[in-house]
């Protein structure tokens, strides 16, 4: 049962140009969403969150959006940047308890020059 | 470099050897999580710690599996008589008990069963 769901394996955008991935949930007990950042070799990194009392967060280059009707965000990295090639993950969890993350499959960015 | 260390980065081993891997989280960091990542995967959740208590553990850790966080300090796991189905990533997170939820992740060690 895939609680959180990224349904694009892959996302070729040009430099400069505006990246946007998309995330899907299932469990509307979810009520705090983190995006990650990995390269190959490493662990993933925090790039940026939001509470579900929030429909929007911005962070520099880094915009996320958030629709509980549609149990739905997005992250929009703007200008995008050749560093920004890797893999993004979403992920879910609640404010209390364990706080554990569920994360999606990832979506591999790459951008070009 | 005071991030989240893991220790080794790669493990190969053959089927049936126990294996056993260290996780040293941030220093002030009193919740500490394992998750293991498959190919094309996100990570999944294995089990986490409070301080030395193991509060939660997911079904997807059978009773092969065994954790430990001994002080409340860094961790261990171990996979006895490994299958090859347990090949993955294993990766360490540890956080703050608080309302922000980001979690700092280390490198992960690979574990290849042959």
């Known amino acids: 049962d895939q609680q959180v769901k990224q349904n694009s394996p892959s996302l070729s955008v040009q430099e400069g140009r505006i990246s946007i991935l998309n995330c899907d949930y299932t469990n509307s007990m979810f009520d705090y969403f983190l995006w990650y950042k990995k390269y190959p070799a490493e662990g993933p990194t925090f790039l940026i969150s939001i509470s579900s009392i929030k429909d929007k967060n911005e962070d520099g280059r880094f915009t996320v959006f958030l629709n509980k009707s549609a149990k739905h965000l997005s992250l929009h990295i703007v200008p995008s940047q050749p560093g920004d090639s890797a893999v993004y993950f979403c992920?879910?969890?609640?404010?209390?308890?364990?706080?554990?993350?569920?994360f999606g499959q990832g979506t591999r960015l790459t951008i070009n020059p | 470099d005071t991030g989240v260390s893991q220790d080794p980065r790669h493990k190969i081993t053959k089927r049936g050897q126990n294996v056993t891997f260290r996780c040293d989280p941030i220093s002030e960091h009193n919740r500490l999580y394992w998750y293991r990542q498959t190919l094309g995967q996100g990570p999944e959740f294995l089990t986490y710690?409070?301080?030395?208590?193991?509060?939660?553990k997911s079904r997807l850790l059978s009773d092969r599996f065994s954790a430990e966080r001994p002080k409340g300090s860094f961790s261990t796991l171990e996979i006895q008589r490994t299958e090859q189905g347990d090949s993955a990533m294993y990766l360490c997170?540890?956080?703050?008990?608080?309302?922000?939820?980001?979690?700092?992740f280390g490198p992960g060690t690979r574990l290849t069963v042959l």
């Open positions: 710690f409070q301080n030395e208590a193991q509060l939660e």
């Open positions: 997170a540890s956080s703050l008990a608080r309302s922000s939820n980001e979690q700092f």
């Open positions: 992920a879910a969890t609640t404010e209390g308890g364990a706080q554990k993350l569920v």
